[in-house]
Structures are given as structure tokens and as C-alpha cells.
């Protein structure tokens, strides 16, 4: 078991910037793939980044490509999501999650945080 907590989450201004951070606890966290999701209310839970089980590789949606970066340090289980140039459109309740193998489905990941939310205004 692995659990997972989001802290980091507030309101700012468009352009603004926020950190996201979760910590984990449980199981060897560098045995995971780490995965950041997002959802707005009325839509589907999207992929916003995600980072292999080494943290060599990372990817990122379209829509946050530039804008956001995920890093990951084993050592202190923990990851983060530095969130810059932010727009309204990226409010939405933001989960970190951990999975055996990792991939941009939300299905292929094992466990989640409670969320954090972010709202930007415009």
C-alpha cells in the first residue's frame, strides 16, 4: 500500500505560478511510475505529467508542455509539479498518483492522493 498527500494548492492570478508537492508514504516509492492528473468539475480526469520509475523519462500533456515540470526526488518520497504561466482553464482538483508501470491513462495507475485545488483567475 502507498499513500499519497497533495499539499501546495491555492488560489492565484493568471501568469501566476504554484508548486504542487506530494509525499508518500508505504511501499519503495522509487518503485513506482509518478503521475500527476487533474479534473475540473463536469469533465473527465486528465493527464497532466508523468515521470518512469528512474526519472529519466517524463512526459507532459500538450496543454502544459512548457509550462509545468514535474520532478521527482526517491531519496525524500516525494515529487512535485512546478506549475508556471498558469491560465484559468488550469483550474481543477490536482492528484498525484503511483503505478506499477505508468502511462497517460488514469487507469494504469494504482494508487492516488486526496487532491489539491488549484484555481487560477483570470
Known amino acids: 500500500?502507498?499513500?499519497?498527500?497533495?499539499s501546495g494548492g491555492g488560489l492565484v492570478q493568471a501568469g501566476g505560478s504554484l508548486r504542487l508537492?506530494?509525499?508518500a508514504?508505504?511501499?519503495t516509492f522509487s518503485s513506482y511510475a509518478m503521475?500527476?492528473?487533474?479534473q475540473?468539475?463536469?469533465k473527465e480526469r486528465e493527464?497532466?505529467?508523468a515521470s518512469s520509475w528512474s526519472g529519466f523519462k517524463t512526459s507532459y500533456a500538450d496543454s502544459v508542455k512548457g509550462r509545468f515540470t514535474l520532478s521527482r526526488d526517491n531519496a525524500k518520497n516525494t515529487v512535485s509539479?512546478?506549475?508556471?504561466?498558469?491560465?484559468?482553464e488550469d483550474t481543477a482538483v490536482y492528484y498525484?498518483?503511483?503505478?506499477v508501470g505508468g502511462s497517460r491513462s488514469p487507469g494504469s495507475y494504482d494508487y492516488w492522493g486526496q487532491g489539491t485545488q488549484v484555481t487560477v483567475s483570470s
Open 1 to 6: 500500500q502507498v499513500q499519497l498527500v497533495e
Open 96 to 99: 498525484c498518483a503511483a503505478g
Open 35 to 38: 503521475g500527476w492528473f487533474r
Open 47 to 49: 493527464f497532466v505529467a
Open 25 to 27: 508514504s508505504g511501499r
Open 81 to 88: 509539479l512546478q506549475m508556471n504561466s498558469l491560465k484559468p
Open 40 to 42: 475540473a468539475p463536469g
Open 21 to 23: 508537492s506530494c509525499a
